[in-house]
């Protein structure tokens, strides 16, 4: 295996500041459902505590896969390759990171390098989504459903069914209901963000097609755009490299 699919991480200073408010929203959720409603209403209901913590545990752990995983480089083309083809400079070659590209590939300006079957560049997770790493992306969408849709639920029937008042032995915060409206907005806004890219996702993979040719395509004002690869192919390699 070429060095090349290694973990790696994008330094651009945009990206990381979403990737760090990306983790300090899904913190203040954690904290506040887990911590200031379930263990301090719910204490004995084990089974909701431990299920709603390993959903929060796998989506964290989804959220490091897809930042620092590798969405599909390129390798430079050796000079023994230039020797052979005196064409590889001239065609499909990219003049600002001096890869091969093939068909399907894209430049990310973010990232500063080529990726195949590119999809586009999320500021959220600091990454590109490609060839490599999308399966890992649309599961990281799920997961963030099902977790803000719980965060969701949790504080919706901390507001309306649970009387703070009457916990005697409860702190400041847990009986607050700022936190609790901030938590409920986040969540919500949360789901509908990641429902919408999910999505999105789901029609590239019908229409076979990445979001970056459907954009390209939308400015060219095509309306059928061809596909590189077959529609038994569009699922092959999802959550894995696939090297034809």
Known sequence: MDDIYKWRFNRDKIGIFWLILDVFTWTISFYTCLNLILLTYYGHKHGIIIGYAVVMLLLLLSLIHITFSDPGSLPSPTLDEIAADPNTLKFDYCKLCKVRKPLRSHHCRSCKRCFRKLDHHCKFVNN???????GFFITFLVYCIIGSALSCGICLYR??????????????????????????????????????LLLNQVINLVLNKTTAERIKARRAGERGHSNHYSSSKRTVGLFGKRRD
């Open 159 to 196: 507001l309306f069914y649970i009387n703070p008042d009457e916990c005697r032995s409860c702190g400041y915060m847990s009986k607050s209901n700022w936190i609790v409206y901030l938590v409920t907005i986040l969540a919500v806004g949360i789901w509908i963000f990641t429902s919408i």
């Open 128 to 134: 590109c989504i490609g060839e490599d790493n999308q």
